[in-house]
């Protein structure tokens, strides 16, 4: 199929709007490019920001800012914790930032940032700062209110809550955004990732017309299509709304980590209301380890995680439970994790008990 | 499937070991990214060539280099055909370039550029002169001898000779490409393109380990990979060689465009030795317009593209003879072109002569 396919434009066109409808934004300017959710971070840095300019980051994830010029503070939050809301407000009320920018989840340790907390905070604080949110690992799993909080930049991409194969960059951008983009007066730092580029490539395919930059990734795009069909309950109006997926994430979520209280494991969230609910970072029980928990949670049929965090990598494990875990109930996928995850404490327990 | 799957590593890894083959390679360096082919750009651009050095540019085709500083000296041909290579030996003898670029097949006009003359060329004149080449259109449908020719970077993309679906950013670089980025002065300016990145990730792929930089797009790699086992005769030692298919696409193509000659359509390469065998560019003929032409020929179920070069954009057309047309003569693709292009014009006499 010709990217230049009337049969392909629309779909390209569709998918531009439904994204807008996932993240529940009317103006906001969606850029679908070929690339993994990292090349987002390209485009922030190299239409959004200039060089010179400060960004603002909240504990980790600021790929490329530095690459494109932009000086870097960042604030650090304890492990399993997010950076105190006063916290940030000293930051703002102390230097001017181009940009601040947050994890919404963060995928090595499940802890989901107050992102409308902090929107809300710079928008009072510093209004004129951009809110820039890696949602690589929330989108479709929690909740996001694009205009309603006031975000000017989403960036994710289409293998995790979108429920696509890997291999398209999904960026989000305020009209805000644009402008400061439109704006500018360093030329963008970068060729591929360049709104210039872009922009009018996906104006032109929202308006039912083929353009060329660089070759979409058809195919992809088909997949994606299918994905948002299905998410924003287009495909099918007896599919669950976007309100009733993220409600069904959320429930999900309370489910496993229930159990996983009621079995004696810790979260690494320090808060209930600072956990993921797309995945479930836990700590392993004293004296057992990833080689005793990992491979008999595989037997059962259950594939998790193990940790990511430099400092406490080998200290806990991670369950995700976002798309079909969560809103397909008739597949049993969460009693099936809470059982593995019983039976497979217990036989650690009985074996340790017999040595 | 999981980028980290052990299923899944060692077919990246063969995806790797396969393009050194397609492209006579023993020590290249394959960059296989998820974007498209314009990535490979970026990779240039931000990897090869610093701020400030010069790049010698014949023809088009160099997008991104001066986005990221390269100071860029163009050499232009005639409409049709290529850079005298005496213009070349003058232009390389009178400053000092980092790197010279071309592009091996002009998708917009069928010229071939002499890619092994123009190596040699630079390799006389000046030796540290890297040759890139822009292979988007020529990679599996001529003839790339990478090593022998004593090339520096080919830069392609799955979907067109490859005979994968678009979102694959295919970049080979020679180990004195390689060196010369690792002796860069000026950091990388881009943060998605940067071997600094890649190259450890493309390391580990084929020496059987996992590593993680950015999501690869792994049903992508999937589809490569079965595209890359035909075009080896990995698949089937019964399938035709890559030598095979080189030549299929050369004899297909020559029939193509003695067909042509004998209706009386003129190329727009000037030279047959300088034509392209993956696709062939004629002009109409007098009077005949693409609105006659092109869809008289869709109605016979042949797909071509109208002109692409601005000043002679509406005066011809382009047929793609490339891939399974070329390779897979039970098809019969290319006697339903010649039928369908004689018929049309024949056509077409008939209807002006009775007007």
């Not at 494109?68 to 000293?90: H, R």
């Amino acid at each position: 199929m010709s990217h230049i396919s009337p049969e392909f434009v629309p779909v390209f066109g569709d998918c531009i709007r439904m994204v807008r409808e996932v993240l529940l934004t009317n103006d906001a300017q969606p850029f679908l490019i070929s690339g993994s959710g990292t090349l987002g971070w390209d485009q922030v840095a190299a239409n959004v920001i200039e060089p010179g300019e400060n960004a603002l980051v909240l504990n980790t994830g600021y790929f490329g800012l530095e690459t494109y010029g932009a000086n870097v503070t960042q604030l650090t939050a304890p492990i399993g914790g997010t950076v105190p809301l006063p916290t940030l407000t000293a930051a703002l009320q102390q230097k001017k930032y181009k940009l601040l920018t947050f994890t919404h989840v963060d995928t090595s340790t499940g802890v989901l940032s107050p992102a409308a907390q902090i929107a809300q905070t710079v928008r009072a604080v510093s209004p004129d700062t951009l809110v820039v949110v890696d949602a690589v690992c929330s989108v479709a799993s929690e909740e996001i209110r694009f205009d309603e909080w006031g975000l000017d930049v989403v960036l994710t991409a289409s293998q995790k809550g979108l429920g696509t194969p890997p291999g398209l960059s999904v960026l989000v951008a305020s009209q805000r955004a644009v402008k400061a983009w439109q704006r500018r007066t360093v030329r963008e730092g970068s060729y591929y990732a360049s709104w210039k580029k872009w922009l009018p490539i996906m104006k032109a395919y929202e308006a039912g017309q083929p353009a060329y930059f660089a070759t979409p990734p058809v195919n992809l795009i088909y997949a994606f299509h299918a994905s948002l069909l299905q998410i924003t309950a287009r495909a099918d109006p007896s599919l669950p709304s976007l309100t009733q997926r993220l409600a069904a994430h959320r429930a999900t979520s309370q489910k496993i980590k229930a159990a996983a209280r009621a079995l004696g494991l810790k979260q690494v969230p320090l808060q209930e209301s600072e956990a993921a609910n797309g995945m479930t970072a836990l700590y392993f029980p004293e004296g057992v380890k990833a080689a005793d928990l990992l491979p008999r949670l595989g037997k059962r049929g259950v594939v998790v995680a193990g940790g990511l965090l430099g400092s406490i990598k080998d200290t806990y494990f991670r369950i995700g439970h976002m798309g079909v875990t969560a809103v397909d109930e008739a597949r049993g996928d969460v009693d099936k994790i809470i059982k593995a995850l019983e039976d497979s404490l217990e036989e650690i327990k009985k074996e340790k008990g017999g040595k």
